[in-house]
């Protein structure tokens, strides 16, 4: 049978692509991060003062020193060295004594060589979290495509607000990132209900909540996904962080968990604070008071838990381990009484899944999913404060900057500048939340389209 003859566009596309994909992916991936770069450079070297001082980086370096000088701190009689402390703007440590310990051996660098290796560290783990995304997507036997691909939207998740205050601000939110993706979309983890974990998997997020304890919901996210034995090894690391925390820091352990210091966020800050992106955060701002906010909060915080973790579930036992796990991380950055600005880095995977939809979808699907990326870039990214050009460059400033916010505000005071939003300042000043509730109410939606899909299937 005689084939029929290609068309022009036939031959133009196929020569094109290569048998692994869009020949300019690579390269356009490469150029757009390297431009990316430069751009941030060339901030980083007009703002040098604003960008670089680093101050929850120094914070964590400060729980490191006392570590390192823990007998002469006990013998100065301090109940609690390490929670008892205060740094620049009276700021505080607020992380488990574990994190502490963790970054005493870090405390030995030069606080230029330790600034240095953190936004390095960080700029890695984010590559290598989107490239393991990628590969979750079903994309690891496309290397030149996966690679392109992670690249490239290393470089748009660059221009995002939460990536660039991390970066500014010293965080660890893209390590820990790392540590929670590279547990769920690694080996058969990422493969469904019938791949096999491997003997480490837990140990990241393990790790991660004895850092920070948000990262314990991905725990009964294991549970419900029947991942029982990695979600074992995540809550007896946790456990071990909390002793080792307790071998070396045993006073400042007593208080941290054993006096409920860890439930008190409104210790280091007024949680209605605008960096506060939860719906603790925009509950308090609505009530007028973080006591007037907390009923409400718990009632709502409750029952998107409920919805987060069992949209979740669903997704994961359909194969969909990615949205599976995004919908956990939107989960916990809302339920959290306190998830500043710089923990939404779960952009980054999020719009790595936006893209790969829109690149699988045709027509006018296709041309909703990129919307969606393109409007997630937009409330999530690095803009310049264009409604007061006297602030310094274009990071780490985001949209939800436009309310006006009280800084290193404590208590709950009427006059709170945060209290007092109208109009635009409440849509901006809450834009993560609300983004991260469409978000979450999209990734619900296609549960239980999935759930449906299988119990048709099994009748």
């Given at each position: 049978m005689r084939a029929e003859p290609a068309t022009a566009a036939e031959v133009r596309a196929a020569s094109a692509s290569g048998p692994d994909g869009p020949r300019w992916l690579l390269p356009a991936g490469a150029i757009?991060?390297?431009?990316?770069?430069?751009v941030y450079v060339a901030d980083l070297?007009?703002?040098l003062k604003v960008m670089t001082h680093m101050r929850d980086l120094a914070v964590y370096r400060a729980g490191g020193l006392i570590v390192r000088h823990l007998p002469a701190a006990y013998n100065g009689h301090l109940a609690s060295p390490l929670y008892d402390w205060h740094g620049r703007d009276l700021v505080q440590f607020t992380y488990p004594p574990f994190a502490a310990v963790i970054f005493a051996a870090a405390s030995v660098l030069s606080w230029t060589m330790l600034r240095w290796a953190m936004t390095l560290a960080s700029l890695a783990a984010l590559g290598l979290c989107l490239w393991l995304t990628f590969g979750a997507l079903g994309y690891r036997d496309r290397p030149t495509v996966r690679l392109g691909a992670?690249?490239?939207l290393s470089a748009l998740a660059l221009v995002t607000e939460p990536v660039q205050q991390t970066l500014a601000l010293g965080q660890i939110n893209l390590v820990l990132m790392l540590l929670v993706v590279a547990d769920l979309l690694t080996g058969g983890a990422a493969d469904g209900p019938g791949g096999r974990t491997r003997w480490w998997h837990g140990i990241g997020?393990?790790?991660?909540?004895?850092?920070?304890?948000?990262?314990?919901?991905?725990?009964?996210?294991?549970?419900l996904i029947r991942r029982y034995r990695q979600a074992a090894t995540a809550a007896a690391v946790f456990v071990v962080t909390a002793a080792v925390g307790y071998a070396v820091l045993p006073r400042d352990s007593a208080t941290y968990w054993g006096h409920g210091l860890f439930l008190n966020a409104n210790r280091i800050v007024f949680l209605g604070t605008r960096g506060n992106q939860s719906l603790r955060g925009v509950l308090t701002r609505v009530a007028g008071s973080v006591t007037a906010g907390t009923?409400?909060?718990?009632?709502?915080?409750?029952?998107?838990l409920i919805i987060g973790l069992a949209a979740a579930a669903l997704l994961y036992r359909a194969g969909h381990a990615v949205p599976a796990m995004l919908a956990c991380a939107l989960t916990e950055l809302l339920v959290s009484p306190l998830s500043w600005?710089?923990?939404?880095?779960?952009?980054?995977?999020?719009?790595?899944?936006?893209v790969h939809l829109g690149a699988q979808a045709r027509g006018a699907v296709r041309a909703w999913w990129w919307?969606?990326?393109?409007?997630?870039t937009v409330v999530f990214g690095a803009w310049p404060q264009f409604w007061d050009l006297a602030q310094a460059g274009l990071t780490p400033a985001g949209l939800f900057w436009y309310g006006p916010s009280t800084y290193f505000a404590r208590g709950d005071e009427r006059w709170y500048r945060e209290f007092h939003w109208h109009g635009l300042q409440i849509l901006a000043g809450n834009s993560f939340v609300l983004a991260g509730l469409a978000a979450?109410?999209?990734?619900?939606?296609?549960?239980?389209?999935?759930?449906?899909?299988?119990a048709m299937r099994e009748r």
């Open positions: 757009a991060l390297a431009a990316v770069l430069a070297v007009t703002h992670t690249l490239g997020i393990g790790l991660a909540a004895g850092m920070k304890l948000t990262p314990l919901i991905f725990i009964p996210y294991l549970l009923a409400p909060w718990i009632a709502v915080a409750v029952l998107v600005d710089h923990h939404w880095v779960w952009v980054a995977p999020g719009l790595a899944l936006l919307a969606g990326a393109a409007g997630v979450l109410a999209v990734l619900a939606v296609a549960a239980f389209r999935v759930r449906q899909q299988v």
